[in-house]
Nanobody, 122 residues
Framework: QVQLVESGGGLVQAGGSLRLSCAASGLTFNYAMGWFRQAPGKEREFVAAISWSGGWTNYAGSVKGRSTISRDNAKNTVYLQMNSLRPEDTAVYYC????????????????WGQGTQVTVSS
């Protein structure tokens, strides 16, 4: 049974930090992993992605410089450290596994978690 389980979301004040985690099971972990988010009334958008080795990372412009994606392959877990959070970062955050070695395109991700809510108050 494939599972991607996100955790670490919550309510935080603007300027604060959160670390999201995503634990994977029941699937091969040696592909790119990514984080995406969806705010109410908006399309799901790319946030960050990382290759199997961690040697390649990619970030959306809106989070670049404030967020860091990382992974622990021994634990089948991917992380998203988010700093200097802004109200516009409020969204449900999803982790996903790609079917490619490198990807930031949602259509190239074939396994998705259920999401974790991040709310940033002003």
């Amino acid at each position: 049974q494939v599972q991607l389980v996100e955790s670490g979301g919550g309510l935080v004040q603007a300027g604060g930090s959160l670390r999201l985690s995503c634990a994977a099971s029941g699937l091969t972990f040696n592909y790119a992993m990514g984080w995406f988010r969806q705010a109410p009334g908006k399309e799901r958008e790319f946030v960050a992605a990382i290759s199997w080795s961690g040697g390649w990372t990619n970030y959306a412009g809106s989070v670049k410089g404030r967020s860091t994606i990382s992974r622990d392959n021994a634990k089948n877990t991917v992380y998203l450290q988010m700093n200097s959070l802004r109200p516009e970062d409020t969204a449900v955050y999803y982790c996903a596994r790609s079917n490619r070695a490198y990807s930031n395109t949602p259509s190239e991700y074939n396994y998705w978690g259920q999401g974790t809510q991040v709310t940033v108050s002003s």
